[in-house]
């Protein structure tokens, strides 16, 4: 952005500097165009004005002359208005000065009317035409006034000077026309207009320079300006006609140096209009050098200005683009440490590894600049974020290792209790003592899977294993025996097929507790549903539930938490105290078997267990079995279809600090 508006300044700078130069040039050239119809306005109303006082005075050679002088006035007038138009244009402040003159030139044909008429005093012929000619006077302080440049200024108010001495001697010369009968307030006139006449003159004199000074100074020494002064001397002398009577006779048989003296007069006049015009294009050269040379400096200084611009944003771009460069690799670097690294030592710590911190931090270096800086300071937050991990997972290591082992000595606990049962249950004979201990026999059963959730939970493996295959009908009867509600729970035909012994404990495991969740959650009064089926990868075991069931969301979080098995907590445990659903996606994802839930038909859950192919036979290897089945005392839950009494489940051993492969015991 600083380098965008350094860009922005420059160009416009040079720009402005641009148009100040052709706007000098375009008031020079709109200058010149006018001086010249402005010097001959000024002459042509000069010299209307001298006849039409000729006329006044009666003087018979007047009338032809003075028609032609209005013609040529007319015509100057024209191309005056013309340039004025075009000032106006050019500068709107011109617009009410130039509509003042418009009113003064439209008092012209009552003017002439009247002097025709002879009617018009000849003080008020000449001041009036005066007023018409100060219009120029007043054009010339105007352009002065907006000239480009103060030198313009000065030259063009020097000119001044010199036209307004010009117009002071004919007004002065048209007052002298009529000495012979000039009144007090004519004399009063012709007095001042000489007094500014020499005023104005020996200002021009002081102010003019180089050659227009010395045009001034010969026209002074001339031989017209000599007989002019003594003219003027002489009537100034005389006084007015009325103050000295009689003298009209002598100053009548004058005429012949009358029209000396006019000659001169408009000699001395036209002279000083030249001087002016010279002085005025002195002024419009000065304009057109000073526009040239700031048009041409502000095009160097604009394309300096341009370069220097243009460089400093290259400059910036490359710095920019190298920072850029930077920060990019900064944001690949740290969120290939946030996004790959830092995960992966988290799975590696969730999978009970052990990490070095140091070995594992990975420093970003980018030197000791602002970009360093914030590359140190994520160094920290990542080194506290792996010592945070790290000091989580031996707490959770150290928490998972207690819930084991005080998991493992429950365990123990209940598998002496119910190796003691056994034997008390074969021997007894009393009916109502026989139900008792399969009561106790049952909840111990029911504890014994208990401790396990907290060994699985714990990250470690329940004690129970079958060295050969079970058959799924026994695997699903035994998952009846350790639900709490077992009585509610029909186990209908199943598949002929066995389940490879790696998997048979957690495969009961899982569907204890679906059938525990299923009776749970449905009412007393109503049955949950057990039913089998094989599919093309494998064989599915079904339990449907009659009860209140779960909205979509509550379906899509289950079925998601199955799917991916969450870390196992504290705080998770807080969020969800179901256990039974943590239990069931760690021992599913751990033999990839699929556990999904849906609305059954009935308004209730209806969950489907998928046993992959790879864990089926139908070979029972000859296995032995134990003398007794898992399930629970009391009347065999329902059937729909009769079928034979189930084979026992074969045995499951345990070892010293739970289940092992030595030391036979009757499974539950």
Do not use: C
Not at 17 to 41: H, Y
Not at 514 to 528: G, H, K
Not at 543 to 552: F, K, L, T
């Amino acid at each position: 952005m600083p380098s965008l508006a350094l860009l922005a300044v420059g160009v416009g700078a040079a720009a402005y500097l641009v148009a100040a130069g052709r706007d000098a040039r375009q008031w020079a050239e709109l200058a010149a165009g006018t001086t010249g119809p402005a010097v001959q306005m000024v002459q042509a109303f000069q010299e209307e004005r001298r006849l039409s006082v000729l006329h006044i005075a009666g003087e018979p050679t007047g009338g032809g002359s003075l028609i032609a002088a209005r013609q040529r006035s007319n015509g100057a007038l024209g191309d005056v208005k013309t340039k004025g138009q075009e000032a106006s244009r050019m500068r709107a402040d011109f617009a009410t000065d130039i509509a003042g003159y418009d009113k003064l030139y439209a008092l012209l044909p009552d003017l002439r009317a009247q002097i025709d008429s002879r009617k018009l005093p000849v003080e008020i012929v000449v001041a009036t035409f005066g007023s018409i000619i100060d219009v120029i006077v007043a054009a010339s302080v105007l352009a002065a006034r907006a000239a480009p440049s103060s030198d313009v200024s000065i030259e063009l108010f020097k000119g001044i000077a010199v036209l307004r001495a010009s117009e002071a001697l004919s007004r002065a010369n048209a007052l002298a026309t009529v000495a012979d009968t000039i009144t007090g307030e004519q004399f009063i006139a012709f007095a001042a207009a000489v007094g500014e006449q020499r005023s104005e003159t020996a200002f021009a004199t002081a102010i003019l320079q180089d050659r227009q000074l010395g045009e001034l100074q010969a026209i002074v020494a001339g031989s017209a300006w000599a007989l002019l002064s003594r003219h003027q001397q002489e009537t100034l002398l005389a006084g007015p006609a009325e103050s000295a009577p009689g003298r009209s006779g002598a100053r009548s048989t004058a005429a012949t140096v009358r029209a000396e003296v006019q000659a001169a007069a408009v000699q001395a006049g036209s002279e000083l209009a030249v001087l002016w015009e010279a002085q005025t294009r002195r002024a419009q050269a000065i304009a057109v050098r000073d526009a040239d040379r700031t048009a041409r400096d502000s095009l160097l200084g604009g394309l300096a200005v341009l370069a220097a611009a243009v460089l400093g944003f290259l400059a910036v771009v490359l710095v920019a683009n190298r920072l850029i460069g930077r920060m990019r690799q900064l944001r690949a670097q740290t969120l290939a440490l946030s996004d790959e690294h830092l995960p992966e030592a988290m799975r590696r710590l969730d999978a009970g590894e052990d990490l070095d911190i140091d070995a594992e931090l990975e420093r970003l270096q980018f030197g000791t600049d602002e970009i360093g800086q914030v590359a140190d300071a994520f160094n920290r937050a990542h080194g506290a974020a792996v010592t945070a991990a790290v000091a989580e997972a031996k707490l959770r290591a150290g928490v998972n290792t207690v819930f084991v082992n005080m998991a493992q000595r429950s365990q123990s606990i209940v598998q002496h209790q119910l190796e003691l049962l056994d034997p008390a249950e074969q021997n007894e004979r009393d009916p109502a003592r026989l139900d008792l201990l399969f009561k106790l026999d049952h909840l111990a059963t029911r504890g014994r899977r208990n401790a396990e959730n907290l060994i699985i939970l714990g990250g470690g493996q329940p004690g129970r294993r079958w060295r050969n295959p079970v058959p799924l009908n026994d695997i699903a009867r035994g998952s009846v025996a350790e639900s709490l509600d077992y009585r509610r729970i029909a186990v209908h035909r199943l598949p002929q097929v066995f389940v490879v012994g790696a998997v048979v404990a957690d495969l009961i495991h899982v569907l204890a507790e679906l059938m525990d969740n299923a009776t749970a959650f449905s009412r007393r009064q109503t049955q949950v549903e057990v039913t089998g089926r094989i599919v093309g990868n494998g064989a599915v075991l079904e339990i449907i539930d009659q009860g209140s069931g779960m909205n979509d969301d509550e379906l899509a979080a289950r079925n998601a938490l199955l799917a991916e098995p969450a870390s196992f907590s504290l705080e998770t445990l807080a969020e969800n105290g179901r256990l039974g659903l943590f239990v069931i996606a760690s021992l599913a994802a751990r033999h990839q078997i699929s556990v999904q839930l849906r609305e059954s038909a009935y308004g209730g859950i209806h969950a489907l267990v998928l046993i992959p192919s790879r864990y089926l036979t139908n070979e029972p290897n000859n296995a032995e079995v134990s003398a007794r089945h898992a399930l629970p005392p009391g009347p065999v839950p329902p059937v729909p279809v009769a079928v034979p009494t189930p084979p026992s489940i074969p045995v499951a051993t345990f070892g010293p600090s739970g289940p092992s492969d030595s030391a036979p015991s009757t499974v539950r």
